[in-house]
């Protein structure tokens, strides 16, 4: 069955620290896609990433970066240098069906408070 | 362009009565999703469209909820009657797999139902 589990419910660090937001998932599909999603206090929630089951290249945007890990079916997010602004509650998803549709199954979601 | 439109964003109404929430997709867009949030579950998928037909309607809680897509540019979520365990913020989100990202879901602001 698929699954997303996000252990961390809370997690609240200072500014500049950085942080690891995890994400462990379960899937029967050998095709899948991962995604990670933010939604700011504001409410609505916007794409941050997308990952295909067979690129397991780390990526990197600015601040954030990400490192999937097939073995241990893992897909974290890490913050550098948070700021304020980062303060959000932080989803990661998986396709139901391989990407058929576009379909997603969302974890329970992090939220990270940054303190100034 | 614009992106997802819903409304309203806020409804407070008393149980018994009928809920209607709106949601205008991304133009060109042929998939069309609506989520659930609430603190205990999280974001739940209630029902996906696809070229304006209902492909899956598995999480939707009871027939009290019901979804119409007559058009690509409009839906609606029916809920009736509206019970205080339906309150929660309901997000409409679409996209689309022709030449775009798998699983890229682009989501409204969300209507936020409150049934007294």
């Known amino acids: 069955a698929q699954k997303v589990t996000q252990a961390q419910t809370e997690i609240s660090v200072v500014e500049k620290e950085d942080v690891t937001l995890d994400c462990v998932y379960e899937t029967r599909d050998t095709t899948y896609y991962l995604f990670w999603y933010k939604q700011p206090p504001s409410g609505e929630l916007v794409f941050l990433i997308r990952r295909n089951s067979f690129d397991e290249q780390n990526e990197i945007s600015g601040r954030y970066s990400w490192n999937f890990q097939k073995s241990t079916s893992s897909f974290n997010f890490t913050i550098t240098a948070s700021q304020v602004v980062d303060s959000a509650v932080y989803f990661c998803a998986l396709t139901y069906d391989g990407g058929a549709t576009n379909k997603l199954i969302f974890g329970t979601g992090t939220l990270l408070a940054v303190q100034p | 362009d614009a992106g997802v439109i819903q409304s309203p964003r806020h409804e407070v109404t008393e149980m018994g009565q009928e809920v209607t929430l709106r949601c205008k997709p991304i133009?060109?867009?042929?998939?069309l999703f609506w989520y659930r949030q609430t603190m205990m579950r999280g974001l739940e998928l209630l029902i996906y469209f696809n070229n304006n037909v209902p492909i899956d309607d598995s999480g939707m809680p009871e027939d009290r909820f019901s979804a119409k897509m007559p058009n690509a540019s409009f839906s609606t979520l029916k809920i009736q009657p509206s019970e205080p365990r339906d309150s929660a913020v309901y997000f409409c989100a679409s996209s689309s797999l022709a030449g775009g990202p798998v699983g890229e879901l682009f989501f409204g602001e969300g209507s936020r139902l409150t049934v007294l």
């Open positions: 133009s060109g867009h042929d998939y």
